[in-house]
Nanobody, 119 residues
Framework: QVQLVESGGGLVQAGGSLRLSCAAS????????MGWYRQAPGKQRELVAIIRSDGRINYKDSVKGRFTISEDNAKNTVYLQMNSLKPEDTAVYYCYCNARSDRSNYDYWGQGTQVTVSS
């Protein structure tokens, strides 16, 4: 079992920045993928950015050049630096992890952190 603890959401004006953090903890697991999804009211959850164990990164097109995902493997922590925020970035941001344990892969989600961008 893996637990994900997120931090860093909040309220910011358009053009501002926020940094999200997500720390994974548990026993006997290895991380395959970590990243961030978001869900705005009335919309489906969507991928924002993920980073794989081999270092490959994927971003949602609309955040490319503004958001940067990074990781600290020693701390099992992933970060999302969000710059030039826009009102349309307003959503609940969820940390996501796919991890291997007992020869199987499992998906885990954080509790979500609210990001609100005012115009």
């Amino acid at each position: 079992q893996v637990q994900l603890v997120e931090s860093g959401g909040g309220l910011v004006q358009a053009g501002g920045s926020l940094r999200l953090s997500c720390a994974a903890s548990g026993t006997a697991f290895s991380i395959n993928v970590m990243g961030w999804y978001r869900q705005a009211p009335g919309k489906q959850r969507e991928l924002v950015a993920i980073i794989r164990s081999d270092g490959r990164i994927n971003y949602k097109d609309s955040v490319k050049g503004r958001f940067t995902i990074s990781e600290d493997n020693a701390k099992n922590t992933v970060y999302l630096q969000m710059n030039s925020l826009k009102p349309e970035d307003t959503a609940v941001y969820y940390c996501y992890c796919n991890a291997r344990s007992d020869r199987s892969n499992y998906d885990y989600w954080g509790q979500g952190t609210q990001v609100t961008v005012s115009s």
